[in-house]
């Protein structure tokens, strides 16, 4: 039997995904990776089979804990949730941390050459954009019941494209990421009932 694991494996996560999250996939080195965790490469492939593996692992948290936080609160029948999920984004974005300057980490790999290549990346990505338009979807049925199902559905899909937008230029145009979320209550608000 071999010896068990002497680190804790959300840590792990937690420090390899700053490194993804700031370097992206490719450009992630094992050696920058070693440096994060603490564990030797010997150690990352043992626990998580490689180096992929532990990217694996770090998208699959960064979903868990990050994004599916963030969208639970959406449907739950609250008109003003759509408004605080995006106020919590803008509230990050503005913050002065090297992860508000990073964007979407899903996003991001979504973006990046390993999602041409990669089925699995591709999959994840498609499945989060959609977990994610059904929850703001879900969000604009509650803070608009004036409007049809149709109309809902269509204002759901602009929010959401706002969303992807505001968050994929988080890493490189600040202001225009913040002015791009900022957008959201208005378009909620001046959306036509026969829209």
């Keep these: 039997m071999g010896r068990m694991p002497s680190f804790e494996r959300s840590v792990v996560i937690d420090a390899a995904r700053d490194v993804f999250w700031r370097r992206g996939y490719a450009e992630a080195g094992i050696a920058e990776l070693e440096e994060a965790t603490g564990l030797t490469r010997s150690s990352i ?13 770090v998208l699959a948290g960064y979903l868990d804990d990050i994004v599916r936080t963030r969208l639970r609160p959406l449907g739950g029948g609250d008109p003003g949730a759509l408004e605080a999920y995006v106020g919590e984004m803008r509230a990050a974005i ?8 990073l964007g979407c980490l899903l996003l991001n790999a979504g973006s990046s050459p390993l999602a041409t290549d990669d089925a699995e990346v591709r999959t994840l990505v498609s499945d989060y954009a959609a977990e994610m338009r059904s929850a703001i979807r879900a969000a604009v049925a509650d803070r608009r019941p004036d ?3 149709d109309a809902v559905d269509a204002l759901a899909a602009v929010c959401a494209s706002l969303v992807v937008a505001g968050l994929t230029l988080a890493r490189a145009d600040r202001d225009a990421s913040l002015a791009t979320l900022a957008s959201i209550p208005t378009t909620l608000e001046s959306w036509q009932r026969s829209a």
């Design 147 to 149: 409007l049809t199902p």
């Design 94 to 101: 503005e913050a002065d941390t090297p992860r508000a300057r």
């Design 45 to 57: 492939y043992h626990a998580f089979g490689s180096k992929r593996g532990l990217f694996d692992a």
